[in-house]
């Protein structure tokens, strides 16, 4: 598939099959995420891979829009050591790795851990999974197959966002 069509045909999917991605699937999109910009190639990203129904289950109560990923097959946490620009290094990552998914068949959604005035749902996160404490947690990445078809998305026109100065 191209790039281009990948980009247009990522959704977030929050509802998931029954299916169960494999691991080898899981670690491609990891694999492609390593290769996302960082400050400095710090590359100071962490992803650990829950497949444990019942810590799936306690992470879907981290905050009121992660109730969905109660049925994710799988769910990936997304980590960092705390640099001056972990949150852009690890966006950049994260979009690598939904991209990846979404070349294979897989639906995400990005449920944003971090929160810039509390870290109470970093460490709620931390103590479910035991992450050490030098970590910030940035966000839970909901992962499976699809169970319907996205419906397509309104997208602004591109003269509507774009100016030229």
Request: charged content about 30%; proline content about 5%.
């Amino acid at each position: 598939m191209e790039l281009n069509d990948v980009i247009r045909k990522r959704r977030s999917i929050r509802v998931y099959s029954e299916e169960i991605p494999s691991m080898e699937e899981v670690k491609k999109c990891i694999d492609a995420a390593r290769f996302a910009p960082s400050a400095h190639n710090s590359q100071p990203w962490k992803f650990f891979v829950v497949r444990d129904k019942e810590k799936i289950k306690m992470l879907s109560k981290t905050q009121k829009y992660s109730v969905f990923l109660e049925n994710a097959p799988v769910v990936v946490v997304v980590a960092s050591r705390e640099t001056n620009h972990f949150l852009e290094d690890c966006s950049c990552a994260i979009m690598l790795f939904m991209l990846k998914a979404a070349e294979l068949g897989l639906g995400t959604c990005w449920n944003a851990v971090y929160h810039p005035k509390t870290r109470e749902r970093e460490e709620y996160v931390k103590r479910i999974l035991g992450i050490p404490e030098e970590y910030r947690i940035v966000a839970n990445i909901g992962v499976g197959y699809p169970a319907e078809k996205p419906e397509e998305k309104e997208i602004k026109p591109l003269e509507e966002i774009m100016e030229v100065i």
